[in-house]
């Protein structure tokens, strides 16, 4: 067993850990201390769903769509909303310029692996399954294994990988000229010396797959309240808020289409 311990101070803007830490005081009355000893522990998860709307797409990257980015940010070792956590939408925005690609592309694929996983993992328990059970997987109307996951929410970890050997022990303030914090400056220990850590690259690890459909209306607040905020006096586009769930609802539409054309054709699925 491994303990995992990330934190938005890795990734994060210096802006979106402002509005981090005035989350958790104006909405649970609970301060945070960067700035200086004993500093406030953080830590943080990261979250997607992907969908489908053909799970015959041999091309991994037109199979699977990408939505609800979420980043779950607390004090707490586990991070959950009912615990504390503050959710955010993890934009591009909100990650430091010099990290931003790097972990978007590392998170996008590793949740296309995932799900290819899962996919394959039906087939090659589909034997034991049957011996055990007595009964087949089985398919739906328009031949989708019932093994098949079209869609999940996947919960993820992302830890920096330093350039420099050591055991991080602190992270410590970043200022500018005029006073600023402007981002963090990891310590590490070599010994009995320590030095200052560069992070290179991210190792991403997941979690655990699961519904989410929980969290929906949690980032459909999150949608909205930045809604407001770009409004200003303008009116609102509301066709921003629920953009994320549209994704999965088009996806799932189009199955629902399958199967009614399936059933109307009595093409019923022989295996």
């Known amino acids: 067993q491994e303990v995992i311990q990330t934190s938005p101070e890795y990734w994060a803007t210096e802006a979106f850990m402002q509005s981090f830490v005035a989350r958790q005081i104006v909405e649970l009355g609970s301060p945070v201390q960067r700035q200086q000893h004993p500093r406030t522990p953080l830590f943080g998860s990261h979250r997607m769903i992907l969908s489908t709307d053909n799970p015959a797409e041999p091309d991994i990257l037109e199979k699977w769509h990408i939505s609800h980015w979420i980043t779950l940010n607390s004090k707490q070792l586990i991070t959950n909303v009912g615990r504390g956590g503050s959710l955010e939408q993890f934009l591009p925005e909100h990650i430091r310029a010099e990290h931003r690609d790097n972990i978007l592309e590392k998170l996008a694929t590793a ?3 995932v799900m290819e996983a899962l996919s394959a993992y039906e087939q090659r328990a589909a034997p034991a399954y049957q011996r055990e059970t007595g009964r087949r997987v089985g398919a739906d109307l328009t031949g989708v294994s019932y093994g098949m996951p079209r ?7 992302i830890a920096p990988i330093f350039a420099e050997d050591g055991t991080l022990v602190d992270i410590q ?29 991210w190792r991403v690890v997941l979690i655990e797959p699961n519904i989410g459909v929980g969290l929906w209306d949690r980032l459909a607040l999150r949608e909205e309240t930045r809604e407001r905020a770009d409004s200003d006096d303008n009116e ?7 953009a994320n769930a549209r994704v999965v609802l088009s996806d799932l539409t189009r199955a629902g289409e399958d199967y009614l054309k399936a059933l109307r054709e009595g093409n019923a699925s022989t295996f």
Request: charged share 25%; aromatic share 14%; no cysteine.
């Open 151 to 157: 869609y999940m929410m996947l919960d993820f970890l």
């Open 111 to 113: 949740g296309r692996l």
């Open 173 to 201: 303030p970043r200022w500018d000229e005029k006073g600023q914090r402007v981002g963090s400056i990891y310590l590490l220990r070599q010994g009995s010396r320590y030095l200052q850590g560069t992070i290179v690259d």
């Open 236 to 242: 609102m586009n509301w066709d921003n808020i629920g």
